[in-house]
């Protein structure tokens, strides 16, 4: 029984899970609604962000998949393999790799300029001026195409990894 390989994969797969279903979650359902409320989700995003810290979730359970996989990926095979198997798991896994780095590179510094934008609303109180207003829509759009390309990548990889043993 090979005890580290069987613990590698728990680690890996019950990581990339809440990965994949958090980051979907968040980019389907939370962000449309931190973009629809604008000033008023200052408060949430505050909670959300600051407070019970979600980009440390993100960060831990990325990173403990991506090196328990790139582990994997060794112990299989000690080096670039170049096999169906291994190209899935490979180009998969780099699609993973990318998704890692610009998701906990981009995503925390834009919710933070995002907060920032709701906040300088909420203290100018009255309705946001047009020039408050323009920053939180570009800040939107940037994070809703960061959340489209994360998500691209993240289906990319699990696709990949679940086809990967039957391709020879
Ligand atoms: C979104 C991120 C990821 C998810 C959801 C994910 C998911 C999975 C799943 C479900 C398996 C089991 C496949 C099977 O037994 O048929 C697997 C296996 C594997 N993954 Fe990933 N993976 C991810 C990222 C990565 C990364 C970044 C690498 C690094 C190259 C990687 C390398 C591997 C390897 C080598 C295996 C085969 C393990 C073995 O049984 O020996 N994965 N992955």
């Known amino acids: 029984m090979d005890a580290l390989a069987i613990a590698l ?6 990581a990339g ?7 979907a979650l968040f980019f389907l359902y939370i962000e449309p609604t931190i973009n629809k409320l604008g000033p008023d989700a200052e408060k949430f995003m505050d909670e959300l962000i600051n407070r019970r810290k979600a980009p440390i979730y993100f960060v831990t359970i990325s990173t403990l998949t991506v090196l328990a996989g ?3 990926y060794w112990r299989d095979f000690g080096g670039i393999n170049t096999s169906p198997h291994g190209l899935a798991l490979g180009l998969g896994g780099l699609a993973a ?11 925390p510094q834009t919710l933070g300029k995002l907060s920032a934008i709701a906040a300088e609303m909420k203290a100018a109180g009255g309705p946001p001026s047009g020039e408050l207003m323009a ?6 759009e940037r994070l809703r195409l ?3 390309i994360d998500l691209v990548l993240l289906v990319i990889a699990v696709v990949a990894m679940a086809s990967a043993r039957y391709l020879g």
Do not use: P
């Open 146 to 148: 960061i959340g489209t």
């Open 135 to 140: 920053r939180m829509h570009a800040v939107q």
């Open 17 to 23: 899970v809440l990965w994949v279903g958090g980051t």
């Open 70 to 72: 790139v582990v994997l």
């Open 9 to 14: 994969r728990i680690v890996h797969i019950l």
């Open 97 to 107: 790799i990318i998704a890692w780095l610009g998701g906990n590179l981009l995503i």
